[in-house]
């Protein structure tokens, strides 16, 4: 089974859009018998969650959530796995390093982290265009010379489910 | 649900007792409905996870391994999660912060590390008496004067399972 | 402010020109009595250790090497204190949450996140202007709502200096 | 310069002839010229670097501190070279990577998560065994059967240094 890595923002820069749009990608995940790896936290790491959960295809374990904090207690209520990593926002990189593939939307300087992380390790980035943010801003583009054409851009959720399919 | 930390010798310095021990371990905690999280990799981790998938009332997302790699390459093939921390054996403080309780069961020097931070973390340690090594050394001992009577000493599955019901 | 974080490429992607740069950098930072803290590998990170160590004022323990490696084989020879991280690109955290004010030139993927954890971190970012990369790309820009004006642009080494001295 | 760790406890647990004799070793070391890389708190951390810096052939950079927080504010006094790892106590595996030889004296259930990496990393341990705690205990003893004599007692300052002066 494929490990989909999902970032985004957090609770604070999560609008009610990319809220509604995680909840949705999270059912169609869901249904295609992915598990869903991420931050574990609020905002869109939530959404996505929250959004497998409720499909009736969901199956225990499903979500896991890699916290920054030592203690579990911050998890989202829709992680099944939660990992007390203690190791701050440098956990941004455990989640890409879990991950087979990655669903990036919206975006402030955190999931930027996790976007630049991600292209070091050389792991397929499907970049959201329809919210602002730097994974609509980072679509379709090169980050250094290293690599290439690892940052797709993805403007609907069929189009996600297409690449996982292929992935 | 309780998550249950389980540390004990990698695949070089685990007997066929220990292993064997660990089958049966595994069983009776997915019998019992927890789920398990351990290093990932051989030896006593690979035994209590295999018995744990042997048993039919597990369930997918019960075995959790937290890799030292930074890849899940290296998990053993009774994980159902694996994550690639990337931390080296500074990962088992992971296992500790994400445990709500640990098993330990016979043990070298990474296990002895286990048991140094649980300790630090306030975290029970049924420490199995059965097999040579530092659970056993350890049992029923406190490792400084900080904390008292965290490393509780256990003899049969039996007995662990009493503490986890209690727990 | 005592400790000057220094981020830019490593060897492959660092032209002589940037090189050139961080040799001169290094010496004038050396001058005025600050240390350097970085990811103590090739490439521009060497280049300022290396401007320090030339300078006449440099001292010992000015130039701190936060390196990736669980050994400090890799540190670059111009290195007074080594850190054997075992982190990972994570380790790229450790040096933004120890220096006082960030220095950036060029930069692909790995300065990246690097100016990423320090917008986080709320840590000032002295964006060198003069050579493509990503220090040049977010100079005088904003990596999301959170912060403001934390990335400023420089195009001189004595518009640094003169930062350094005021901040 | 060879790089000498030193572990011991915190100020909770540091009695002082454990403090004083980390003054005088402190000393001592600064005299042989080496740098003293350590967990960067109080109690026998802070006594090793004070004596450092009241020996007049102390040098900047001399004492490094590896703290776990992710700012440097609770570095003691005598540190030259404040590490934030942000790791917690998981930054004890710095500590060890980082140092060619270690000192270990006292000590609670942090300096023998130490003592136990120390061994995975086949570092040699100067157990000294003049004071109750894990290093005594320890001294001349096997973790595991994976190495051998790594852990050797030492009862002076004077023995120390010999050994220092061999490695």
Redesign the interface.
Known sequence: MKRIGVIGPNK??CSKELYDFGVELGKRIATADR?IICGGLGGFMEAVCKGAKQSDKT????T?G?LPD???DNANPFI???????????RN??IV??ADIIIAAG????T??EI??A???KKTVLCVTLFD??AKELAGKN????ENGLLIPVNSIDEILKHLDNA
Request: charged content about 10%; glycine content about 16%; hydrophobic content about 45%.
């Open positions: 604070s820069m598990s199956f225990s374990g499903q896991i890699i030592e203690v579990t099944d796995t939660a990992v007390a990593t203690g190791a701050g926002i440098a990189l455990i390093n879990s975006g402030g300087a955190g930027l982290s630049a992380f292209w070091q390790k943010g730097w980050l250094d010379s290293r």
